[in-house]
């Protein structure tokens, strides 16, 4: 698949709206026999309830037009007992469908939370977090209360309404017409209305995403908005969206009022049709006061189908359109995935040489490549300190490695294996990774630290804490049990990075690759951490990219990037005698012109 279409939203097609709540049938299988009892009990209750008019039928032009009270109290009691049977049949079926919509909405859930596991890091680079939170939390809550009431409803109020109608045809032919006929305008009312409806639902949905992103941000940047005095400025933002979303909510609660009052209109027009042509039906003789009885019964029954009818609709229309959104997460490809044929060479075998090779790389929907012809081979055992100035691709170059993005040029290779070839689980187990903005949990800090080796002992958990430089973790209030991440205890941008180098390490890597993770500590500490690096992984590869050069010293070899390609490679101290683009990044020096890499005779790309 080319870089381009990388993690790119499934396209929206022309499709029908209700195509992809239909596309989740599969979920429904494993609960097709609770459904099956749901849709059985809810018809025969339908049954059991239109029995009671046909009931009340052979009362009235039975035992009372002949005046028998024992046949008065056998049918009295059958109507009983069908209202019973009614009543019983309609608990089960709520017993029965609080389970099945639920296990569905989990297994949806879990799958959408599996998939975006597999995005790629570019999809949830373009992806707002509150857009893919609206649609694990609200739009599968629609989906739910769709399958849970909608669907089911829809379908009994259906039968209902032929079964009605068909008995009314038999009752009295020409009011029974009266009445089928009144389903047309029915039909075209709510067609109009689940079109209105549909754009509506997908408005909201989407401004419910909006909205929970700007939540999330406002929540994560809350320091930085009050220290830069913006909190008015948020609230500003945040009150435009919470009004649209407003405004669009009225908007579809008017629509529904609005469809709902004409549905309504059309069964008591009918009824008041059907009294008044019934009346002088029975006068003539052609119906009898027992059967008018039963017609109007019976089309009473027809009343909540009709009134019911925009709410089923709306709750179908809103399950669509979150089917849509869940579908458009769902049908992202997750670009990066282990190669058929893909190796998995023991962790012994690995040696961990490190070579780019002529690697290029641009980001989905870039114009320009970050990184063009990098070639690069880092020894096993061998420290690189990748030197560049901002912006100019250190962490790009990284991140080819994990494959948490692919090179769009050249290959990146591990003693020999194209990273693309290896099993992504045995690469991400061979590669270790410390970043600068370290993510912590809301774990302990011991799970967080074993997140990479789950099977750690206290020693190994110990040794990777001292050499890591974060053994004050053992002085936490609840020790190597204390919560941290989200929601626990907060620790210093050092104190973060150490955790997070510990968790690195601890996961015995045959490549580290660090990136500027000790940024945040003091020169001296950060001297510390990286000399213990070098003491305790002796055979392990790194590549690091640092600042200081006091920690780019302690490397075997610098390079140097620059416009997304090396152009000097070698010794720290050679580098700056010789190299002039590397002196001045080092230090407050003005360098030579960007367009002007002069490695001064040491090994070019
Ligand atoms: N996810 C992304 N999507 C698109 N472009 C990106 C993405 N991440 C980085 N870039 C762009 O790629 C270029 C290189 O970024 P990168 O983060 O690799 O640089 P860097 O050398 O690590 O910078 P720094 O030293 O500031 O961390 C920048 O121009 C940046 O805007």
Same mark, same amino acid.
């Given at each position: 698949?080319?870089?381009?279409?990388?993690?790119?939203p499934?396209?929206?097609?022309g499709r029908?709206?209700?195509?992809?709540?239909?596309?989740?049938?599969?979920y429904?299988?494993?609960y097709?026999h609770e459904?099956?009892?749901?849709?059985?009990?809810g018809?025969?209750?339908?049954?059991?309830g239109?029995a009671?008019p046909?009931?009340a039928q052979?009362?009235?032009?039975?035992?009372?037009?002949?005046q028998?009270?024992?046949?008065?109290?056998?049918?009295?009691?059958?109507a009983?007992?069908?209202g019973?049977?009614?009543?019983?049949l309609?608990?089960?079926?709520?017993?029965?469908?609080?389970?099945?919509?639920v296990?569905i909405?989990?297994?949806i859930?879990?799958?959408?939370y599996?998939?975006?596991?597999?995005l790629?890091a570019?999809?949830?680079?373009?992806?707002?977090?509150?857009q893919l939170?609206?649609r694990?939390?609200?739009?599968?809550s629609?989906?739910?209360?769709f399958?849970?009431?909608?669907?089911?409803?829809?379908?009994?109020?259906?039968?209902?309404?032929?079964?009605?109608?068909?008995?009314?045809?038999?009752?009295?032919?020409v009011?029974?017409?009266?009445?089928a006929?009144?389903?047309i305008?029915?039909?075209?009312?709510?067609?109009?209305?689940?079109r209105?409806?549909h754009?509506?639902s997908?408005?909201?949905?989407?401004?419910?995403?909006?909205?929970?992103? $700007?939540?999330?941000?406002?929540a /994560?940047? =809350?320091?930085?908005a009050? +220290?830069? !005095?913006?909190?008015?400025?948020? &609230? *500003?933002?945040?009150?435009v969206s919470a009004?649209a979303?407003h405004?669009?909510a009225v908007?579809?609660g008017?629509?529904?009022a609005?469809?709902s009052?004409?549905?309504?209109?059309?069964p008591?027009?009918?009824?008041?049709v059907?009294?008044?042509?019934?009346?002088?039906a029975a006068?003539?003789g052609?119906?009898?006061?027992?059967?008018l009885?039963?017609?109007?019964?019976?089309?009473? $029954?027809l009343?909540w189908?009709? /009134?019911g =009818?925009g709410?089923?609709i +709306?709750? !179908?229309?809103?399950a669509?359109? &979150? *089917?849509?959104?869940?579908w458009?997460v769902?049908d992202?490809?997750p670009?990066?995935?282990?190669?058929?044929?893909?190796?998995?060479?023991p962790?012994?075998q690995?040696?961990?040489r490190l070579?780019?090779e002529?690697?290029?790389?641009?980001?989905p929907g870039?114009?320009e490549?970050?990184l063009r012809g990098?070639?690069l081979?880092?020894?096993?055992?061998?420290?690189?300190?990748l030197?560049?100035?901002?912006?100019?691709?250190?962490?790009s170059?990284l991140?080819?490695v994990?494959?948490l993005?692919?090179?769009?040029?050249g290959?990146?290779?591990?003693?020999?294996?194209?990273v693309?070839?290896l099993?992504l689980?045995?690469?991400?187990?061979l590669v270790?990774?410390?970043?600068?903005?370290?993510?912590?949990?809301s774990m302990?800090?011991w799970e967080?630290v074993?997140?990479?080796?789950?099977d750690?002992?206290?020693?190994?958990?110990r040794?990777?804490?001292?050499?890591?430089q974060a053994?004050?973790?053992?002085?936490l209030?609840w020790?190597?049990?204390?919560r941290?991440?989200?929601?626990?205890?907060?620790?210093?941008?050092?104190?973060?990075?150490?955790?997070?180098?510990?968790?690195?390490?601890?996961?015995?890597?045959?490549?580290?690759?660090?990136?500027?993770?000790?940024?945040?500590l003091?020169?001296?500490?950060e001297a510390?951490?990286?000399?213990?690096?070098r003491?305790a992984?002796?055979d392990t590869?790194?590549?690091?990219?640092v600042?200081r050069?006091?920690?780019i010293?302690?490397?075997?070899r610098?390079a140097?990037?620059?416009?997304?390609?090396?152009?000097a490679?070698?010794?720290?101290?050679d580098l700056?005698?010789?190299?002039p683009?590397?002196?001045a990044?080092?230090?407050a020096?003005p360098?030579p012109?960007?367009?002007?890499?002069?490695p001064?005779?040491?090994v070019?790309?």
């Amino acid at each position: 698949m080319p870089a381009e279409v990388d993690g790119d939203p499934a396209p929206t097609t022309g499709r029908h709206p209700l195509d992809s709540l239909w596309r989740l049938r599969h979920y429904l299988r494993p609960y097709a026999h609770e459904f099956a009892w749901l849709f059985l009990a809810g018809l025969a209750a339908m049954a059991a309830g239109i029995a009671v008019p046909l009931v009340a039928q052979r009362v009235v032009d039975g035992p009372v037009a002949r005046q028998d009270p024992a046949g008065l109290f056998r049918l009295a009691g059958l109507a009983l007992l069908f209202g019973l049977a009614e009543a019983v049949l309609i608990f089960i079926r709520r017993w029965v469908q609080s389970s099945s919509s639920v296990g569905i909405e989990t297994a949806i859930r879990a799958d959408i939370y599996a998939h975006l596991q597999q995005l790629p890091a570019s999809f949830h680079d373009r992806w707002q977090s509150g857009q893919l939170l609206s649609r694990i939390t609200t739009d599968l809550s629609a989906i739910r209360r769709f399958l849970s009431f909608g669907l089911l409803f829809f379908v009994l109020n259906l039968v209902t309404y032929a079964v009605v109608v068909a008995l009314l045809i038999r009752l009295h032919p020409v009011l029974g017409l009266v009445v089928a006929v009144s389903a047309i305008p029915l039909f075209l009312l709510a067609r109009r209305f689940a079109r209105a409806y549909h754009a509506a639902s997908r408005r909201m949905q989407d401004q419910q995403g909006d909205l929970a992103t $700007l939540v999330e941000e406002t929540a /994560q940047g =809350l320091r930085t908005a009050k +220290a830069y !005095g913006r909190g008015p400025e948020l &609230a *500003a933002r945040f009150a435009v969206s919470a009004r649209a979303l407003h405004d669009t909510a009225v908007g579809k609660g008017r629509l529904l009022a609005d469809t709902s009052a004409r549905l309504d209109l059309v069964p008591n027009l009918t009824l008041g049709v059907v009294l008044i042509a019934g009346a002088g039906a029975a006068a003539a003789g052609t119906l009898t006061i027992g059967e008018l009885v039963a017609f109007v019964s019976l089309q009473l $029954l027809l009343i909540w189908p009709v /009134q019911g =009818l925009g709410w089923i609709i +709306a709750g !179908g229309q809103e399950a669509a359109t &979150a *089917a849509d959104r869940i579908w458009e997460v769902l049908d992202t490809p997750p670009a990066i995935l282990d190669a058929p044929d893909a190796a998995d060479p023991p962790r012994s075998q690995i040696l961990g040489r490190l070579r780019f090779e002529g690697v290029s790389f641009k980001y989905p929907g870039a114009r320009e490549p970050v990184l063009r012809g990098v070639d690069l081979t880092i020894e096993p055992g061998e420290t690189v300190a990748l030197v560049g100035a901002t912006g100019s691709g250190k962490s790009s170059l990284l991140s080819l490695v994990p494959r948490l993005h692919d090179v769009t040029g050249g290959r990146v290779t591990i003693d020999g294996y194209d990273v693309r070839g290896l099993r992504l689980a045995t690469l991400r187990r061979l590669v270790g990774v410390a970043f600068e903005e370290p993510t912590l949990f809301s774990m302990s800090v011991w799970e967080n630290v074993t997140l990479g080796r789950p099977d750690a002992g206290d020693e190994e958990v110990r040794a990777a804490l001292t050499l890591a430089q974060a053994t004050f973790a053992y002085d936490l209030p609840w020790g190597l049990a204390t919560r941290v991440g989200e929601q626990g205890l907060s620790l210093s941008g050092g104190q973060r990075q150490r955790l997070a180098l510990a968790r690195t390490v601890l996961s015995r890597p045959a490549l580290l690759l660090l990136d500027d993770p000790l940024s945040a500590l003091d020169v001296h500490t950060e001297a510390l951490v990286e000399t213990a690096l070098r003491r305790a992984l002796p055979d392990t590869t790194t590549l690091v990219v640092v600042h200081r050069p006091a920690t780019i010293a302690l490397a075997d070899r610098v390079a140097l990037l620059e416009a997304g390609r090396i152009t000097a490679l070698g010794r720290h101290s050679d580098l700056l005698a010789t190299v002039p683009a590397y002196r001045a990044l080092l230090s407050a020096e003005p360098g030579p012109p960007a367009d002007d890499p002069t490695p001064n005779g040491l090994v070019r790309s």
